[in-house]
């Protein structure tokens, strides 16, 4: 894997339908989300990746809902920590606890939890 986080912008000169709205964060992270285009996902209106359409609500609705498996990456949902409940906070550790307690790597090309 070639590492692009040099470029400063479209590094692979991609063509949107429209303007791309730009992700956050580490490009290097281990979890990263991406999506087709504004259009279809949402954020061309707020500027933010997955929002202001009913796609980026499903899309976000079903990303925390269950942690995703796939080849060579976990998921693992969570909530706007400005919404949670007294209780979230602790339930999201357990469950981060448990995922790196176990050995979690890719096989063949198949995601595997071992342990």
Do not use: C
Not at 26 to 51: I, K, L
Not at 59 to 85: C, K, M, N, S, Y
Not at 97 to 109: E, F, P
């Amino acid at each position: 894997m070639e590492n692009v986080t040099s470029e400063v912008s479209n590094p692979f000169g991609i063509q949107y339908p429209g303007s791309a709205v730009a992700g956050y964060g580490d490009a290097n992270a281990d979890v990263h989300v991406g999506g087709d285009h504004p259009g279809r996902h949402g954020g061309a209106g707020a500027g933010v990746p997955f929002t202001d359409s009913a796609a980026g609500v499903r899309l976000q609705r079903i990303l925390h809902a269950e942690g995703v498996t796939g080849r060579g990456f976990l998921l693992v949902p969570v909530a706007d920590p400005a919404d949670w409940a007294p209780a979230d906070e602790r339930a999201l550790r357990r469950r981060l606890a448990t995922v790196l307690s176990r050995d979690y790597r890719q096989t063949k090309g198949v995601a595997t939890l071992v342990g």
